[in-house]
């Protein structure tokens, strides 16, 4: 399965758009990238998925670089309830999420 | 509607007793999973079922015995553990188990082994 990188850590002011970005340079050209997060210690919450093209829902959107090696994941307008530890996957053949240690962002007033 | 529901929320166990975690979805779903997650680390892959049968076992030791006995419930059996198997046990169930499905997860069951 394709490893992701995530900075550790992010801040981001509250009615800001938070940009957390994420490195998969050894995705195949059928795995999926999947963004989950956590919200201190509940269980994990879809975000959005993608596979080549840029996907928007109610929550966030995501930009995949047309190389598929990195990709962005946006919350336009983050509130204090956004701050979690956010996942970046890519889901392999087998179809399961094996998680990386994930970026913590912190929505500040 | 797209939950996962986990019992108890809490259990705290000796290390001589038995005990299960309960997990149940009614979306359709035929892949079920579970996970483990040690305080301040990522989700760790445990168990897969797909199909009331189990496909994935990732080396989990026998003290944790999994059990899918029909296509909404997947249990966890428990029995012998030791405190360092304290942690938050996550379920988690997608359409079926393959690339691109969406996985949803549990609120989770919080393991206290004394």
């Known amino acids: 399965d394709a490893k992701t990188t995530q900075p550790t850590s992010m801040d981001c002011a509250e009615g800001r758009a938070a940009n957390l970005p994420c490195n998969h340079s050894?995705?195949?050209?059928?795995?999926?990238v999947y963004w989950y997060r956590q919200i201190h210690s509940q269980g994990p919450q879809y975000i959005i998925h993608?596979?080549?093209n840029n996907e928007t829902n109610e929550m966030a959107s995501l930009i995949i670089t047309e190389d598929r090696k990195s990709s962005t994941l946006i919350l336009p307008h983050a509130t204090l309830r956004d701050t979690a530890v956010y996942y970046c996957i890519v889901m392999g053949s087998q179809g399961n999420l094996i998680f990386g240690k994930g970026t913590k962002l912190s929505v500040k007033p | 509607d797209t939950e996962v529901t986990q019992t108890p929320k809490h259990l705290v166990m000796g290390m001589t007793n038995k005990k299960s975690l309960k997990c149940e979805q009614h979306?359709?779903?035929?892949?079920m999973y579970w996970y483990k997650q040690k305080a301040k680390k990522p989700p760790e892959l445990m168990f897969v079922?797909?199909?009331?049968?189990?496909?994935i076992n990732e080396s989990v030791p026998s003290r944790f015995s999994p059990e899918c006995p029909n296509s909404s419930l997947l249990n966890l059996h428990l029995h012998a553990l030791q405190p360092e198997d304290s942690a938050l046990y996550l379920c988690?169930?997608?359409?079926?188990?393959?690339?691109?499905?969406?996985?949803?997860f549990g609120e989770g069951s919080w393991l206290t082994v004394v």
């Open positions: 050894t995705i195949s050209g059928n795995e999926y």
């Open positions: 979306m359709g779903h035929r892949a």
């Open positions: 079922y797909s199909y009331e049968k189990l496909s």
């Open positions: 993608g596979l080549k």
């Open positions: 988690a169930s997608s359409q079926t188990l393959s690339i691109g499905n969406t996985i949803y």
